[in-house]
T-cell receptor, first 114, second 113 residues
Framework: GENVEQHPSTLSVQEGDSAVIKCTYSDSASNYFPWYKQELGKRPQLIIDIRSNVGEKKDQRIAVTLNKTAKHFSLHITETQPEDSAVYFCAAKGRGSTLGRLYFGRGTQLTVWP | NAGVTQTPKFRILKIGQSMTLQCAQDMNHNYMYWYRQDPGMGLKLIYYSVGAGITDKGEVPNGYNVSRSTTEDFPLRLELAAPSQTSVYFC????????????FGQGTRLTVV
């Protein structure tokens, strides 16, 4: 099956700075890579996703990049704000015998200091 | 469209008691998952199911059981509750297409005392 590694496990930035979270995956056949944000006490919710036929996707202050050759993808948050503080999870969707199954990274606790 | 409905929201169990956490989805998703999340930690997969009648173990299945008699429902059974099972439990579902997000239930905060 797929294996998703996520780094760093914790990240602290000053308000206004950028934050980058990186993930690697093992199965070259995986073709869908979502990112989830989990605020304290709430359920994880999708914030952005990317398909393997696209190298980069942006949505206002957040962007995701994908390098299929290197099998890694990253979340970029620019002009961070205190409300960006949360746990972020990357994931990859399996193919083959695990078609459709979602594999999560272990999460990154992002803290944005005012 | 309710998405993923998980009950109860909170529960306190005594050591040795049993309970069932309910999860239902109305999106005709094939995949359903149960995760536990300890304070400050990531999501650990307990069990998952690829469709009615098919279930498989995740990373931390000991002390839990599941069944999937219908596409919609995926209950998680705790037998002989232990303090180590104190956690927040999330149910989630995804479709079988190779793209498409996972939807999470609201979570169940379980305390075993």
């Amino acid at each position: 099956g797929e294996n998703v590694e996520q780094h760093p496990s914790t990240l602290s930035v000053q308000e206004g700075d950028s934050a980058v979270i990186k993930c690697t995956y093992s199965d070259s056949a995986s073709n869908y890579f979502p990112w989830y944000k989990q605020e304290l006490g709430k359920r994880p919710q999708l914030i952005i996703d990317i398909r393997s036929n696209v190298g980069e996707k942006k949505d206002q202050r957040i962007a995701v990049t994908l390098n299929k050759t290197a099998k890694h993808f990253s979340l970029h948050i620019t002009e961070t704000q205190p409300e960006d503080s949360a746990v972020y999870f990357c994931a990859a969707k399996g193919r083959g015998s695990t078609l459709g199954r979602l594999y999560f990274g272990r999460g990154t606790q992002l803290t944005v200091w005012p | 469209n309710a998405g993923v409905t998980q009950t109860p929201k909170f529960r306190i169990l005594k050591i040795g008691q049993s309970m069932t956490l309910q999860c239902a989805q109305d999106m005709n998703h094939n995949y359903m998952y149960w995760y536990r999340q300890d304070p400050g930690m990531g999501l650990k997969l307990i069990y998952y199911s690829v469709g009615a009648g098919i279930t498989d173990k995740g990373e931390v299945p000991n002390g839990y059981n599941v069944s999937r008699s219908t596409t919609e429902d995926f209950p998680l059974r705790l037998e002989l509750a232990a303090p180590s099972q104190t956690s927040v439990y999330f149910c989630a579902s995804t479709g079988q297409s190779t793209v498409g997000e996972a939807f999470f239930g609201q979570g169940t905060r379980l305390t075993v005392v």
